[in-house]
């Protein structure tokens, strides 16, 4: 990657982390899964509302975090918002095949997305970028209520 491309991509983690967006909750019908990151103190709390059909109607986040863990988080909701299940299903699997093996071309419907791609060589960083990416496959792996996820589990 050139360091051009590179500063740009650190602007954009920069930008969402700074002013995430769709932070808050949502009032009624969603499911609730509280990312947790010990590693690094990062804490999300995720909240998502299926449709009829499971896919994603709405995504919103709260919680505290590094940069890294609030950048993936709203770039997530932003990201998967719509969705249907198989599309949010596939986004996630590439999402974790970027942040964890060398990919040469990242999947282009990850979009700004790929800014994560740098986090690979730093292993503790990929926690932090995959944390509400785990806490979304365990919305959609559960039916009601609240879960938990820890990257220590
Ligand atoms: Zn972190």
């Known amino acids: 990657m050139n360091a051009e491309l590179d500063e740009l991509y650190q602007q954009v983690l920069l930008d969402?982390?700074?002013?995430?967006?769709?932070?808050?909750?949502?009032?009624?019908?969603?499911?609730?899964?509280?990312?947790?990151n010990p590693s690094c103190g990062d804490e999300i709390h995720l909240h998502v509302r299926f449709g009829e059909d499971r896919g994603v109607e709405e995504i919103k986040f709260t919680g505290h975090g590094c940069a890294i863990s609030l950048a993936s988080a709203s770039l997530m909701t932003m990201k998967l918002r719509g969705r249907?299940?198989?599309?949010?299903?596939?986004?996630?699997?590439?999402?974790r095949e970027l942040?964890?093996?060398?990919?040469?071309?990242?999947?282009?419907?990850?979009g700004d997305l790929r800014v994560?791609?740098?986090?690979?060589?730093?292993?503790?960083?990929?926690?932090?970028?995959?944390?509400p990416w785990r806490a979304f496959e365990q919305a959609q792996a559960g039916n009601a209520g609240s879960g938990r996820v820890s990257t220590e589990a």
């Not at 002013?19 to 899964?33: D, K, L, M, S, T």
């Not at 942040?99 to 990850?110: D, G, M, N």
């Not at 994560?116 to 944390?131: E, N, S, W």
């Open 16 to 36: 969402h982390a700074k002013r995430p967006r769709n932070f808050g909750e949502i009032a009624e019908g969603a499911v609730h899964v509280h990312g947790d």
């Open 84 to 95: 249907t299940a198989a599309e949010a299903t596939a986004l996630a699997t590439a999402l």
């Open 99 to 110: 942040v964890t093996t060398e990919v040469a071309e990242p999947t282009a419907a990850l």
């Open 116 to 131: 994560l791609g740098g986090v690979r060589k730093f292993p503790q960083r990929v926690k932090c970028a995959m944390l």
